[in-house]
Every structure is written in C-alpha cells, then in structure tokens.
C-alpha cells in the first residue's frame, strides 16, 4: 500500500545531541513536508520541498536541517541549536494537481531528556 | 499572510447529539479549504475539502462542512455524533499561490459523553 512512513516513532535524546527523523514516501509526490505540533499550537511548518534537491525554510526552521536527495526521502534533523525540541513531528507529501491536499505519516515523538 | 482560527479549544457533545466546529480563515484569494482528523498520538486524515463549486462540501465518516465566503468560514458539521469521533479536528487554508503549503489551525478537541 502507498503511503508515508516515519521512524523511529519513539526517540529520546539528551541535551546537545543531534538527532535525524525519517520519512520515507511510496506515493510518487513532488512535494514534501515537516511540521512540528505541540499542544495548543497546531501544525507549525519547519521545511518543505517542492522537487529534489531544493527546499525552503517554513516559519519555524530555526534549529533544524533537511535534505532531498530522494524523491522517496525528506529527513530532518534536529540540531543541539534547537531550544525546544521536545515535540510531536510529521511528515507530510503532496502530489501534483493534488490542490495541496497532504498526505500524513504517523509522527515521530521526541523527547529531549 | 494566510492564518485560520478556531475558536474552540475543547468541544462536549453526547453521543447522538449534533456537531458545527467553527473555522474562520484569512486568505487574499479564493481558499483551498480543509478539514482533518487526528486520533492521539497519529498522524492526520483528511476528513473533506474545499475548492471551488457548491460550497456545501460532503466527506468521509458523515461530516460535511460548508464555505461561507462573506463570513470567510468553513465550519464542519456532523448530524449525529459517534463515540469514535472524539478526537482533535484541525481547520487548515491553502491556495494555488501558496505553493501546497496549508497553514494549521490551532485544533479542536472534541470529546464524546456517553
């Protein structure tokens, strides 16, 4: 079945560590994207990609990276420089002519012990 | 900029009772509109969307929304509640010149009283 995969779903880190979350998509999209939740807040959008090998920062890209070198596969990584990693992360991939209806993954929690 | 709000936090319905969740939206062109559904600890599932034509809007699990244009709102709505609609809803705005991106509501927490 098509769809997006993300993992781990479960992560801790400690302080000063750099972590990588995954997200693998088998949906043929163009588009990919991170959003960041936390209670109360909504979706926050930290970095999308329209094609391989581009992407752009979204409103709250501070502290974060991301690659595309894959059509499949947007990873994002989480930098020692983000004040408030603890949070719930999805993925997410649009298709062309999809009107930017979204495609989820399940989410990646992470706490930063 | 685009910004969606919605206005209730946390909603109680009982079980048979009906449902309106209110979606108020700021675009500078005609909106693509959305509505998903999220279960705790999962991702998102697209209930229905909006993006031009009738503006009263049908989709999955017997929720529909309706497109206010004057009132720059979609407010869902469902006739009779199930117990397996409590959930968190989130509203969300896009175009076909903001590139697919959709700004976020900040969620409803719906919750279902037998």
């Known amino acids: 079945d098509g769809g997006i995969t993300q993992s781990p779903k479960y992560l801790f880190r400690k302080e000063g560590q750099n972590v990588t979350l995954s997200c693998e998509q088998n949906?043929?999209?163009?588009?990919m994207y991170w959003y960041r939740q936390d209670p109360g807040q909504g979706l926050r959008l930290i970095y999308y990609?329209?094609?391989?090998?581009?992407?752009q920062k979204g409103d709250i890209a501070e502290g974060y990276s991301v690659s595309r070198e894959k059509k499949e596969s947007f990873p994002l990584t989480v930098t020692s420089a983000q004040k408030n990693p603890t949070a719930f992360y999805l993925c997410?991939?649009?298709?062309?002519?999809?009107?930017?209806?979204?495609?989820f993954g399940e989410g990646s929690r992470l706490t930063v012990l | 900029a685009q910004s969606v709000t919605q206005p209730d936090i946390h909603i109680t319905v009982s079980e048979g009772a009906s449902l309106e969740l209110r979606c108020n939206y700021s675009?500078?062109?005609?909106?693509?509109l959305f509505w998903y559904v999220q279960s705790p600890g999962q991702g998102l599932q697209l209930l229905l969307k909006?993006?031009?034509?009738?503006?009263l809007v049908q989709g999955i699990k017997g929720f529909e929304a309706e497109f206010k244009r004057s009132q720059s709102s979609f407010n869902l709505r469902k006739p009779s509640v199930h117990w397996s609609d409590a959930a968190e809803y989130f509203c969300?705005?896009?175009?076909?010149?903001?590139?697919?991106?959709?700004?976020f509501g900040t969620g409803t927490q719906l919750k279902v009283e037998l």
């Open positions: 990609s329209q094609i391989v090998n581009d992407f």
């Open positions: 675009y500078g062109a005609t909106p693509y």
């Open positions: 997410a991939s649009s298709g062309r002519g999809s009107d930017g209806e979204l495609f």
């Open positions: 969300a705005v896009g175009g076909p010149g903001g590139g697919n991106k959709l700004t």
């Open positions: 909006y993006f031009s034509g009738d503006t």
């Open positions: 949906l043929n999209h163009d588009a």
